[in-house]
């Protein structure tokens, strides 16, 4: 069983920056990509930024310029630097792993975090 566990959500007011972080634990042979989501409404969620293995990166518009993903491989961990926050970036965020594989010739799965909380006051 694999679980991510996020941290760094929290408040902060306009112009600020948080730094959210994810780790993958439990049986783990390797991880394609890594990202960050965000809740839009009802069950949907927007991508916010993506990283593979590999190192390939992805941001969505809202994200670019102000974001930064990054990833160590050997931690099974991925980071969100979000400076320069505005309110509108308020809701929860999650952290994604997918093509997660527990062994080299298996089967591959996706897995979600929980989600934290970033709240920006303006």
């Known amino acids: 069983q694999v679980q991510l566990v996020e941290s760094g959500g929290g408040l902060v007011q306009a112009g600020g920056s948080l730094s959210l972080s994810c780790t993958a634990s439990?049986?783990?042979?390797?991880?394609?990509?890594m990202a960050w989501y965000r809740h839009i409404a009802g069950t949907q969620r927007d991508l916010v930024a993506s990283?593979?293995?590999?190192?390939?990166?992805k941001y969505a518009e809202s994200a670019k310029g102000r974001f930064t993903i990054t990833r160590d491989n050997a931690k099974n961990t991925v980071y969100l630097q979000m400076d320069s926050l505005r309110p509108g970036d308020t809701t929860i965020y999650y952290c994604?792993?997918?093509?997660?594989?527990?062994?080299?010739?298996?089967?591959?799965?996706?897995?979600w975090g929980q989600g934290t909380q970033v709240t920006v006051s303006s």
């Open positions: 439990g049986t783990i042979f390797s991880i394609r990509t």
């Open positions: 994604m792993a997918d093509g997660v594989k527990v062994r080299l010739e298996g089967t591959e799965y996706r897995y």
């Open positions: 990283i593979t293995s590999g190192g390939n990166i």
